[in-house]
């Protein structure tokens, strides 16, 4: 008999709509507001933000976004984007042995630049095949071109959802 195990349900926040990361604590079973604000943009990189601390400590993040929409609460959906099935990535070129400080500060920083675009437009909870994306992106591309992709995610993220 296979056990599933399901996502508690986040309960809607206190209080006037507003932005609004609720994160569920297993320990205690509840649910608690980790970030508010009356801007999306805030919330989304704070939830962000946790998400990766939570998962650098071995931690499952269980997240929900709340918000106004017509003035009302409602639940934004929080998940990562399935994922379609890929083949296989093809591997980066090789590196030449022993790369300098200067380059491994580089690569540092464009992979800092790619990750705050990422948690701006509020897709903080990365799959292996995301990780691998960001890691080719990072090999390939220079600061000035990742962090114009930066910021594209993040003007995309303050754009109302279509649909």
Do not use: C, N
Not at 28 to 43: H, L, Q, T
Not at 79 to 85: W, Y
């Amino acid at each position: 008999m296979e056990t599933r195990q399901t996502r508690p349900q986040s309960p809607q926040p206190p209080g006037a709509p507003r932005w609004v990361a609720m994160f569920y604590d297993p320990l205690s079973a509840s649910w608690r507001i980790a970030a508010e604000s009356p801007d999306r943009g805030p919330v989304l990189y704070a939830m962000g933000e946790m998400t990766q601390v939570k998962r650098a400590r071995g931690e499952e993040a269980t997240v929900a976004l709340w918000g106004p929409k017509d003035g009302e609460w409602h639940r934004y959906d929080s998940s990562p984007a399935p994922v379609p099935d890929t083949p296989e990535p093809t591997p980066a070129p090789a590196r030449p042995a022993g790369p300098t400080k200067l380059a491994e500060r580089m690569e540092d920083r464009r992979h800092q630049v790619l990750m705050a675009g990422l948690s701006k437009a509020g897709l903080y909870d990365l799959t292996p095949d995301d990780v691998t994306a960001v890691q080719a992106l990072v090999d390939r591309a220079d600061e000035t071109t990742l962090r114009r992709v930066a910021h594209w995610m993040a003007v995309a993220a303050g754009q109302p959802a279509a649909g």
